[in-house]
């Protein structure tokens, strides 16, 4: 229970000129973009609700893919959709997501390690840990260097047991990532979310209208995925 957690899903960052001028060019980049302030105050207010709760917490780091948005509604993206199944099958919890648009392994590291650590006070680790981070490092040259070596940082300072997605993009620090992520699990530190070899083979049909974020249908391939980490780690009856 975290009375007084006051944390943002707003980046900090202004949108950059290139995105800026896609947007203005392209209604479907348009359209996606207009729900990145909602989908953000959407997630803060609930946030607020379920760190005043009791019961098993599932705190989920992450970017833009983690807070939903190209997805109809905000609990419709992969974290919503797991979420809701994971009640189905039983598993009582409540759900704070850390997400934020355009976050990067650096933003983890500064803002959202630390908001995870002021949801377990007195080092009760939550019941449930996702982190899916990278994308943005990797699409962008500048942001790859020094990924891997932030990537290691960040998994030094998670709980033992956390579910981490790899990154499935064929550069070399992706791969990178996926080795050290597998020795890792391997070694029983962490749990491997496979979106290397689990995701989808073919994003046609799941994505949205700005062919870079998934729709409901690719969000629910990637809530699978997980799904199936957490079956691994046998965290539901």
């Given at each position: 229970?975290?009375?007084?957690?006051?944390?943002?899903?707003?980046?900090?960052?202004?949108?950059?000129?290139?995105?800026?001028?896609?947007?203005?060019?392209?209604?479907?980049?348009?359209?996606?973009?207009?729900?990145?302030?909602?989908?953000?105050?959407w997630?803060?207010?609930?946030?607020?609700?379920?760190?005043?709760?009791d019961?098993?917490?599932w705190?989920a780091?992450?970017?833009?893919?983690?807070?939903?948005?190209?997805?109809?509604?905000?609990?419709?993206?992969?974290?919503?959709?797991?979420?809701?199944?994971?009640?189905?099958?039983?598993?009582?919890h409540?759900?704070?997501?850390?997400?934020?648009?355009?976050?990067?392994?650096?933003?983890?590291?500064?803002?959202?390690?630390?908001?995870?650590?002021?949801?377990?006070?007195?080092?009760?680790?939550?019941?449930?840990?996702?982190?899916?981070?990278?994308?943005?490092d990797?699409?962008v040259?500048?942001?790859?260097?020094?990924?891997?070596?932030?990537?290691?940082?960040?998994?030094?300072?998670?709980?033992?047991?956390?579910?981490?997605?790899?990154?499935?993009?064929?550069?070399?620090?992706?791969?990178?990532v996926?080795?050290?992520l597998?020795?890792?699990?391997?070694?029983?530190?962490?749990?491997l979310v496979?979106?290397r070899?689990?995701?989808?083979r073919?994003?046609?049909?799941?994505?949205?209208?700005?062919?870079?974020?998934?729709?409901d249908?690719?969000?629910?391939?990637?809530?699978?995925?997980?799904?199936?980490?957490?079956?691994?780690?046998?965290?539901?009856?």
């Amino acid at each position: 229970m975290a009375p007084d957690f006051d944390y943002s899903n707003r980046s900090e960052r202004p949108r950059g000129p290139v995105l800026s001028a896609l947007g203005a060019a392209f209604p479907g980049i348009r359209s996606v973009q207009e729900q990145v302030l909602p989908y953000a105050v959407w997630w803060e207010s609930h946030n607020r609700v379920a760190a005043e709760g009791d019961g098993r917490l599932w705190v989920a780091l992450g970017d833009s893919m983690t807070q939903g948005i190209g997805a109809s509604a905000p609990d419709r993206g992969w974290v919503g959709q797991l979420s809701e199944r994971l009640a189905v099958r039983g598993w009582d919890h409540r759900v704070v997501n850390l997400g934020v648009n355009g976050a990067r392994v650096e933003d983890v590291l500064d803002r959202q390690l630390p908001a995870l650590e002021a949801l377990a006070p007195e080092g009760r680790t939550p019941a449930l840990v996702t982190v899916v981070i990278g994308s943005n490092d990797v699409v962008v040259r500048r942001h790859r260097r020094g990924l891997v070596e932030r990537f290691a940082a960040m998994l030094d300072r998670l709980p033992e047991g956390a579910l981490v997605s790899n990154l499935p993009n064929p550069h070399r620090e992706a791969r990178a990532v996926d080795a050290m992520l597998r020795e890792r699990a391997d070694a029983g530190r962490l749990v491997l979310v496979d979106m290397r070899r689990d995701g989808p083979r073919s994003w046609r049909g799941r994505l949205a209208s700005d062919r870079f974020h998934p729709n409901d249908r690719g969000y629910a391939e990637m809530a699978t995925v997980v799904e199936r980490a957490v079956d691994r780690a046998r965290l539901v009856a």
